[in-house]
């Protein structure tokens, strides 16, 4: 196996694009001599934008694509309809195997359709999941669905735990990770159809460790190393998990800027205070990988700057060099071949 992980990047998608996903690549080659980066998008505006920068030539290389989805676009179109645009050329050389992973900061609908349209899904897998980390007192947390399957099923679910806990394990080094559902309440019989029905088969499951219900509150004291829900749930909880953490940032500064006796007390705190708004910065943690596809497919935010586009693709070592793919086929296979006994 190739100690090279190529990367597909999408250089058009985004809020920032091209600027920051052009930056956020010669960022990442800087950082590391292992990694080589396919940007796709119009050529003539990507050379002019790497002509700002220095950087090892041999580990950027441009893919012409002409065309570009648009995050208003109905997806399914989109990606049927522009077979030249940057997400789609980019997904394709996953498909082929030119590519170890795709990249995106651009339309969420269009990557989670060419996801499963041209990259395709782990035989057995039947929903995949994003999957972003967010910061906790504790460390990280792999939220499970956050935005990929707003009407699932019990048996989606279950799967999601399953696959979490071994992104965990593998790629954060968590051993046997605690695996939580969210939920109103702490009881058993607490929650919605969906949860009622989920909860014992996750209890059932011996090969995740399973801790019960968790609630919203509790998710950023780390109250599980997995935190499972559907979709609509999950994209909820990290929406509002960015919105008061900007908002409470920004409280915080106004605070210290009332007085003279603030400003001078916010001058001692920056330092310390700045170094812990940094463990509770998810761009360091890189993008949202859709676990359960044959290739690697990781979607950052749409507002996504240069250091999460960086961070996204170093991301995508790790998944290769842990073998995420196959030991989720593996997992997959097991429970199949026991379901058949």
């Known amino acids: 196996m190739s100690d090279i992980t190529k990367v597909a990047l999408d250089a058009m998608g985004g809020d920032n694009a091209p600027g920051e996903i052009v930056k956020g690549a010669v960022e990442a080659v800087q950082k590391r001599k292992d990694i080589r980066i ?14 700002s920068y220095t950087y090892p030539a041999d580990q950027i290389q441009i893919v012409n694509a002409t065309e570009v989805i648009e995050t208003a676009e109905p997806p399914v179109k989109a990606i049927r309809g522009k077979k030249d645009s940057s997400i789609v050329v980019a997904m394709k050389m996953v498909k082929r195997g030119e590519a170890d992973a795709f990249v995106s900061a651009g339309s969420t609908g269009a990557v989670l359709v060419g996801g499963q349209v041209l990259v395709g ?25 956050c935005g990929a399957n707003v009407d699932a099923r019990p048996s989606h679910l279950v799967q999601f735990a399953k696959m979490g806990s071994i992104y ?26 969906l949860v009622k029905e989920t909860f014992p088969m996750l209890k059932a499951c011996s090969d995740i460790n399973f801790i019960g219900s968790v609630e919203a509150r509790d998710i950023p004291y780390g109250a599980a190393d997995v935190i499972v829900c559907e ?26 800027m009332t007085s003279l006796r603030s400003k001078i007390g916010g001058l001692l705190v920056k330092p310390a205070l700045k170094e812990t708004m940094k463990d509770f910065d998810a761009s360091q943690y890189g993008g949202a990988p859709l676990l359960g596809l044959t290739g690697l497919v990781v979607k950052t935010h749409g507002s996504s700057t240069s250091t999460e586009v960086c961070n996204s693709i170093i991301q995508c070592v790790t998944f290769k060099e842990q073998k995420i793919n196959e030991k989720i086929k593996a997992a997959i296979q097991k429970t199949q071949e026991e379901k058949n006994d």
């Open 168 to 193: 965990m394990e593998s790629v954060l080094g968590k051993k046997n990770p605690t695996v939580g559902i969210v939920n109103i309440g702490a009881e058993e019989e607490k929650g919605n159809a």
């Open 38 to 51: 396919l940007l796709t998008g119009r050529e003539e505006v990507l050379k002019k934008e790497l002509a």
């Open 231 to 256: 979709a609509f749930v999950g994209n909820v909880i990290l929406k509002l998990y960015e919105g008061v953490g900007g908002a409470l940032i920004k409280k915080v500064k106004s605070g210290m």
């Open 121 to 145: 899904r782990i035989k057995g897998v039947e929903r995949p999941p994003l999957a972003p980390l967010i910061p906790t007192m504790k460390g990280v947390s792999l939220l499970i669905d």
